[in-house]
């Protein structure tokens, strides 16, 4: 009998034993210290959590979820309410969901140290189609759900008030709406359906254009060469080269919009302007005592040359205006041809207009003297020539543009070729005004350079090839922001421009009022004609602009 009171006792001690609070060495989570109890809960999900910076909450689960597999990813959500004690309308105090990570081992017997991290590595490698992004603590999103965020346990250290994990584990985006998550490559996210669609360029053009060449328009010399190209002492004025070089300041802007969720199809508008940019000339007779413009005499054969200005016959000023405007509007169509993880190269096909609008303007101011020999004694005499010229390109265009992207910067090359048809409109005028010191006026058709035989309107049509070329370097400021410094430049073949538009050779029998003793016989054919000398332009130079993605 003692001895199964003995056996009994044992049995007692044994039981008790195993119940003792000693099991809490075996449980995954283990406290270091004890919770602080001066203070309201800041959350109670049954297991600690990191605390939040905003105001103390209660937290409720919402959506329990079944216990996983050994090893497999536990899908949990909580949803914030605002506790009793925080005043309504509180802006730091908002329905929040909670992703959280919890032990996913059924027995509950694996410790801190003995946690593999292999298997957080393994859920990496072992996906490659799947895109892992890290989550926040906090994240918005509908009220009760977690909208399938999968979480790695133990993804951060403890805090330092707890020896609970916390929540730094990583998103799984659902590889049948996300093929690929950058944000930062140059259109956001480009392969994400939820991107933006809509993007805008604006940039600022400093470039220059090919000036155009002149005959010399103006010169100067004494009293016995009188400004005649070739004479002794003669020296030129103006002409003679090229001007209108720039700089030019203009500007570029693009809208376009990708036509699928996979950005493998877009439509652009594209337009851009430089100038105008004017260049200019003018002396005066206190400047330069002789003044003359030159030109060839088609009747003898030899250079001859107009006065503005000679001492003991009249005093006056010249001056040239020559203004420049460049402006174009394309549209393309983008279609993607091969991608990688950091470029992406797409052809394009579309139509391309451009116009290239100068003038070239010559006026002189005469003040003749008593002095002077009829008609022009005591006369206010205005001349002026006037040369315009337009071109205006429309064609179809072929391209080839290619991103490469590292992190936040990318470089964007685009080349394309357009072949069509260039309209060329060539536009002279001439004109002589006299004011006698009576009042009486004279208005005269024909300048110098422009008279009956060039004066007109005239067009033709030329064949072109207008190439160019781009390569910007950019940097992603923001998801939606990317900022871009480039080079560009453009080329258009059979121009026509006012400079090569001037005859120079001049029949002076045509010349109102110009003095002739004795006067020549006329010259067969037009002199000057109408010159439709066709060239090329290019136009290069820096860009400077910002893409918004909408």
């Known amino acids: 009998m003692r001895k199964n009171r003995f056996c009994v006792g044992i049995v007692v001690l044994a039981v008790l034993g195993s119940t003792s609070p000693s099991r809490a060495e075996d449980s995954p989570w283990k406290n270091v210290r004890e919770v602080p109890n001066t203070e309201p809960p800041l959350a109670v999900l049954g297991s ?36 009793a004690h925080v005043p309504a309308g509180n802006p730091t105090t908002k329905s929040e969901i909670i992703a959280v990570s919890m032990p996913t081992s059924k027995s509950g017997t694996a410790s801190g140290d003995e946690y593999d991290d292999s298997s957080e590595t393994l859920f990496a490698v072992d996906r490659p189609l799947r895109r892992l992004r890290p989550v926040s603590a906090y994240s918005d999103g509908p009220t009760g759900s977690s909208a399938g965020a999968a979480v790695i346990p133990n993804a951060l250290p403890p805090s330092p008030e ?54 010399v328009l103006a010169s100067t010399g004494n009293l016995t060469g009188f400004g005649v190209l070739g004479a002794p002492g003669t020296q030129t004025l103006f002409g003679g080269n090229t001007l209108g070089s720039g700089p030019y300041s203009g ?31 003018s002396t005066n007779s206190s400047m330069h005592p002789v003044i003359a413009r030159p030109f060839l005499d088609a009747n003898n ?27 174009g509007l394309e ?32 006026t002189e101011n005469i003040q003749s003297l ?43 090359t685009r080349g394309k070729v357009a072949l069509g048809d260039t309209v060329q409109l060539l536009d002279i005028s001439g004109s002589q005004r006299f004011v006698s010191p009576t009042g009486a006026v004279q208005n005269f058709t024909g300048g110098l350079l422009a008279l009956n035989s060039n004066i007109g309107h005239y067009s033709h049509n030329a064949f072109s090839v207008v190439p160019e070329l781009g390569i910007n370097l950019g940097y992603q400021i923001l998801p939606s922001l990317r900022a871009f410094v480039g080079y560009n430049f453009l080329y258009w073949s059979n121009v026509i421009r006012p400079g090569t538009s001037i005859d120079r050779t001049l029949d002076v029998t045509r010349i109102p009022n110009f003095p002739l003793n004795p006067e020549p016989a006329p010259v067969p054919g037009l002199h000057p004609a109408p010159v439709f000398h066709e060239v090329g332009l290019w136009a290069q130079g820096l ?6 993605n909408y």
């Open 48 to 83: 600690p959590i990191l605390p939040d910076a905003d105001p103390p909450a209660q937290i409720e689960r919402r959506t329990p979820a079944p216990i996983p597999e050994d090893g497999a990813i536990q899908t949990v959500s909580y949803q914030t309410v605002v506790p």
């Open 162 to 215: 707890w020896d609970a994990p916390t929540n730094g584990g990583f998103e799984l985006a659902n590889p049948s709406t996300l093929i690929q998550d950058d944000s930062d490559s140059p259109f956001g996210t480009p392969y994400s359906p939820q991107g933006r669609r809509l993007y805008a360029d604006a940039e600022y053009l400093l470039w220059w254009i090919q000036g155009q060449a002149t005959p």
């Open 370 to 412: 008593p002095t002077a020999p009829p008609p022009f004694t005591n006369q206010t005499i205005t001349v002026n020539d006037t040369f315009n010229t337009q071109n205006h390109f429309y064609g179809g265009q072929a391209g080839l543009a290619a991103w490469w992207y590292w992190g936040r910067w990318s470089i964007q």
């Open 331 to 362: 549209g393309n169509l983008l279609c993607l041809w091969c991608c990688g993880c950091n470029y992406r190269i797409m052809p394009l096909i579309g139509f391309r207009n451009i116009n290239l609008d100068e003038s070239l303007t010559i």
């Open 543 to 548: 860009t400077f602009g910002i893409q918004y």
């Open 301 to 327: 054969g030899q250079e001859f040359a107009q006065l503005t200005s000679v001492p003991g016959e009249g005093t006056g000023t010249l001056s040239v205006n020559a203004p420049t405007s460049l402006w």
């Open 251 to 281: 500007g570029r802007f693009t809208l376009g919009y990708w036509l699928n969720d996979e950005r493998s199809k877009a439509f652009e508008v594209t337009g851009f302007f430089l100038g105008p940019l004017s260049s200019s000339f």
